[in-house]
């Protein structure tokens, strides 16, 4: 609790980076040291606490141009939020960014209510200096561009998330293609040595393309039988997902272990779960308010309402309640 607020907060992970399989592109390569450190150490003992290796670690994305304009695009999001950047990336046991949405609202007017977003970005703390950089670039990329969801607005959907996460701005798919060029821009060694990088460059243009980027990322391989029964549970198609294919699913989410749509159908559910159980608590404390004294006709068609939001919203995860 804080001040006169009951506070709920939401951690919601984006899965983390595919640093392991890049290569391939066709802009400017270069090679650069990292400051007499090997490569293939760990990007942690880059100096001597933790808060300079994070100092070196955005130092050499930086030395990219790809890297250099995501860091000033980060930096403007941090401003935009009111934090401060030095700040955003720390080291973690993973690398995901983590949002956190923040809920306020009056026991005595739970129907009014504020809503407050905080994002970080963590790099895992084992990976060596390359691998590092990428994830680095990749998840700055989910932090600048991503448009924060909200669970409680009604047009937080299923389809629009599954669709937001793999291929809307910010999303996966275009996190990839970040991390890629980063790669060839700053470790041009490491290119040949990975292979997804390759699968989505266009043959016609030698580029990276997003298009063939999204063709990949929707393939779910095995899962594509049970996938398909899951949407039905949830009025969807697989026409809602013209992309989705039983290829075999190459790029994978760390978080949940799945292929990217089917690990963010899980995602939604479980957060839809949480947000409903909250909207329940919600209603609670209106209801027994209402009950210790005489509604007046304003706080009872406030009530309905909430009800007939919550019903419309939750009656898909009441089982999770």
């Known amino acids: 609790m804080r001040t006169a607020y009951n506070l709920f907060i939401f951690i919601f992970f984006l899965t983390g980076s595919f640093s392991s399989s890049a290569s391939g592109w066709n802009g400017e390569i270069r090679t650069i040291h990292v400051e007499k450190q090997d490569e293939q150490s760990a990007w942690i003992k880059l100096g001597d606490t933790e808060e300079k290796s994070v100092e070196i670690l955005l130092k050499i994305l930086r030395n990219s141009p790809t890297g250099a304009e995501i860091l000033k695009k980060a930096e403007k999001r941090a401003d935009q939020l009111g934090q401060d950047f030095q700040e955003v990336v720390m080291a973690g046991e993973g690398s995901l960014t983590d949002t956190t949405l923040i809920r306020r609202f009056s026991p005595s007017s739970p129907n009014e209510m504020e809503y407050e977003t905080r994002s970080r970005v963590y790099v895992n703390r084992r990976l060596r200096v390359v691998d590092a950089v990428l994830d680095l670039a990749h998840e700055l990329t989910h932090y600048s561009f991503r448009t924060p969801f909200n669970p409680y607005d009604k047009n937080f959907t299923l389809e629009g998330f599954v669709k937001s996460t793999v291929e809307g701005t910010g999303g996966e798919v275009e996190a990839f293609l970040i991390e890629c060029q980063v790669l060839n821009e700053l470790f041009a060694q490491e290119a040949s040595q990975r292979d997804n990088c390759q699968k989505i460059i266009d043959p016609r243009t030698g580029r990276f393309s997003k298009k063939l980027g999204v063709e ?29 294919s039983k290829g075999q699913a190459l790029f994978i989410s760390s978080a949940w272990g799945l292929p990217y749509p089917v690990a963010a159908f899980k995602e939604y559910v479980t957060i839809m779960g949480r947000a409903c159980e909250n909207d329940l608590k919600r209603l609670s404390l209106l209801k027994n308010r209402l009950s210790r004294s005489p509604a007046s006709f304003r706080e009872s068609k406030t009530y309905q309402k909430m009800h007939s939001d919550f019903s419309g919203r939750c009656h898909q995860f009441e089982a999770q309640l």
């Open 216 to 244: 990949h990322f929707y393939r779910v391989g095995a899962h594509m039988p049970g996938f398909k029964r899951e949407m039905q549970d949830y009025q969807l198609k697989l026409k809602d997902f013209p992309h989705l």
